[in-house]
């Protein structure tokens, strides 16, 4: 790993840390910058999110009694939909990975730079979290993030306020990262060590943003992180 893309991928873990929003950068900087093989890519992302998403279920952050929540079901859900996403990783080519991963980016930083959200907060069944954990569980396998990337900008349509809706993303890390894994090593397409290098680097970058974000405005991260991610997926998909 070169220290432009161990610098880059620990500026991802920040904007993990701030805002939720960032782990789409690992793939394409380790793909493009890092000559790594794009299925390899998302294995070791996947594995690495985990460090973040285990620190954020630690975190003592605090929820209120009447906050919104993902519930046991969407997580484990979550769980399931990563391992399915991940065991038909292999049935996609390369190129429809990146293009995954280049798509997700751009809805993440529109999101992400306009601010989506509704008024009304709105917080689906037993079955509709399910389904909902399901589908981000997938395509955060297929893409190489972590969860964040995929969750936060669902719930903000369903008008979950946002300090909810970034520790509900946060902690999906945990779950995804965990199956994902698991299907990758069992399939060696897992490399261990860089995986590991990743997450050290996604964990110090997010424990930064954790602490930036309480002191910095958050839409300012936010909108700053939009553009980023609207430049990485335009230049995926070129």
Do not use: K, N
């Not at 930083?109 to 981000?136: H, Q, T």
């Amino acid at each position: 790993m070169t220290a432009l893309v161990a610098a880059l991928v620990l500026v991802a873990g920040l904007a993990i840390g701030a805002t939720s929003v960032g782990g789409v950068l690992v793939v394409p900087v380790l793909t493009g910058l890092g000559y790594v093989a794009s299925h390899e890519a998302v294995a070791a992302a996947s594995f690495g999110f985990g460090f973040a998403g285990l620190a954020a279920f630690a975190g003592r952050g605090a929820i209120a009694a009447d906050a919104p929540r993902l519930g046991w079901g969407g997580l484990v859900s979550a769980f399931v939909g990563a391992a399915l996403g991940a065991y038909t990783l292999a049935w996609l080519p390369g190129r429809t990975v990146v293009q995954v991963v280049g798509t997700v980016a751009l809805v993440s930083g529109a999101f992400a730079l306009l601010g989506v959200s509704v008024r009304r907060r709105r917080v689906p069944g037993v079955a509709g979290l399910a389904l909902l954990g399901l589908v981000v569980g997938c395509v955060s396998s297929w893409s190489g993030t972590g969860g964040p990337v995929v969750l936060l900008p669902l719930l903000a349509l369903m008008g979950w306020p946002l300090g909810d809706a970034v520790q509900a993303a946060q902690r999906i890390q945990l779950p995804v990262a965990a199956a994902a894994s698991v299907v990758h090593a069992t399939a060696e397409r897992l490399d261990l060590w860089l995986g590991m290098g990743l997450g050290s680097l996604l964990l110090a970058g997010w424990w930064a943003g954790r602490w930036a974000a309480a002191r910095l405005p958050v839409m300012v991260l936010r909108r700053c992180l939009g553009v980023v991610l609207i430049a990485t997926g335009l230049t995926t998909l070129r």
